[in-house]
């Protein structure tokens, strides 16, 4: 029977020790570090959006109408995300329509945008993050901004269920994960996007709880038939709404912020519209802060402009040419009966001012 020498259990000893005193400090002395720590939520502010585009499409849903063809031709060719999200919600659709009753005036075209919207895939990410910044100004909508057809549509959608809702307004519930939003109460908000939310509590937990919202809204509209998922019992808010924080809490590692309903609010007006048929008159669409087409306002202006320089020259040459003629004649019935036709016929143009 073979026995092993002291000598080598004793270095094997004074390794293994080694190896414990250089490995305990660092467990003593190593601070225990959280997953929260590690993926802490962001910090974000609840604000009116103002870069968000919101147009409402005042006056011009026809007119965008007559648009949407050529331009889903483009957008669906070269906007990848846009045209798988849209077949396969054209292929939902066409297998549930039969099945759901639609208001008036509720088109296919409507109800595809909302299953496109739910669809399980990146075009909801994408699309909000887009309509975000999309109204930093209008020409970065007009330039940029490769979701037209896919806003206009929701838009619309949810315009025409949103006459026919019933209850006017919705208790819904909105839970976010990896954010926590921080408002002044002072101030209105707006989401700036097109914001899901639900009817159930539970369900709106699901998707995080590092801010929980609580609304109350008058134009988000229920779209569970329109959804991929109608379990989830959405309910859609537009960007354009507009709330009051009623109250702004933080609970020990989550945030709750009470939202209540206030209108609709909007800077962007039918801005396509006023680019394609806007280009030698003035634009017809109300519009609440939006500003009239540049290239119609240029025409009105200019031709004010050239009014004032006309009247403004006549009423300096008036006088000279008065004298004149006083200095040539006498002044008798004639020459005064002129000079008086000269009078009247300038009248106009000093009203005119």
């Known amino acids: 029977m073979e026995v092993r020498a002291p000598g080598c259990v004793l270095v ?15 467990k003593v002395h190593s601070k225990q570090v959280s997953k929260r720590d590690i993926f802490s939520p962001k910090e974000a502010v609840l604000d009116m959006a103002t870069s968000s585009y919101d147009d409402q499409y005042k006056d011009c849903s026809d007119l965008m109408e007559s648009e949407i063809p050529l331009l889903f031709q483009k957008e669906h060719s070269t906007n990848k995300e846009f045209a798988e999200a849209w077949d396969e919600a054209t292929k939902q659709w066409n297998e549930r329509k039969r099945h759901i009753s639609v208001p008036k005036g509720f088109k296919d075209e409507y109800a595809i945008a909302l299953f496109a919207y739910t669809i399980n895939g990146p075009l909801h990410r994408s699309f909000n993050g887009a309509v975000r910044e999309a109204g930093q100004s209008r020409q970065y909508y007009l330039r940029n901004f490769n ?9 619309k959608a949810l315009q025409v269920l949103d006459a026919v809702e019933t209850p006017a307004c919705h208790k819904v519930f909105r839970g976010i994960k990896g954010v926590r939003f921080k408002s002044d109460p002072r101030k209105p908000v707006r989401f700036g996007q097109f914001t899901s939310s639900s009817v159930n509590d539970q369900s709106a ?13 008058c134009y988000g509209v229920r779209i569970k038939n329109f959804s991929f998922f109608p379990g989830e019992e959405e309910v859609l808010i537009p960007p354009f709404e507009k709330f009051k924080v009623t109250q702004f809490t933080k609970e020990n590692e989550k945030t709750i912020i009470n939202l209540q309903s206030l209108d609709k609010s909007s800077v962007y007006n039918c801005e396509l519209m006023k680019e394609k048929r806007c280009k030698s008159a003035w634009c017809p669409f109300n519009s609440g802060e939006s500003l009239p087409c540049p290239r119609a306002l240029s025409l009105v202006t200019l031709s004010l402009v050239t009014l004032s320089l006309v009247t403004m020259v ?15 004649v006498r002044m008798d019935s004639p020459q005064i009966v002129l000079l008086g036709l000269l009078v009247l016929l300038g009248d106009p143009f000093v009203q005119l001012l």
């Open 12 to 26: 094997w000893a004074v390794i293994l020790i080694s190896v414990v005193i250089l490995l305990c400090p660092m």
């Open 147 to 155: 979701f037209k057809v896919l806003h206009f549509y929701l838009t």
């Open 205 to 217: 937990q699901m998707f995080g709880e590092d801010t929980f919202f609580n609304i109350e809204t």
């Open 314 to 328: 006549y009423l300096l040459l008036f006088p000279v040419f008065f004298i004149a003629v006083s200095a040539m």
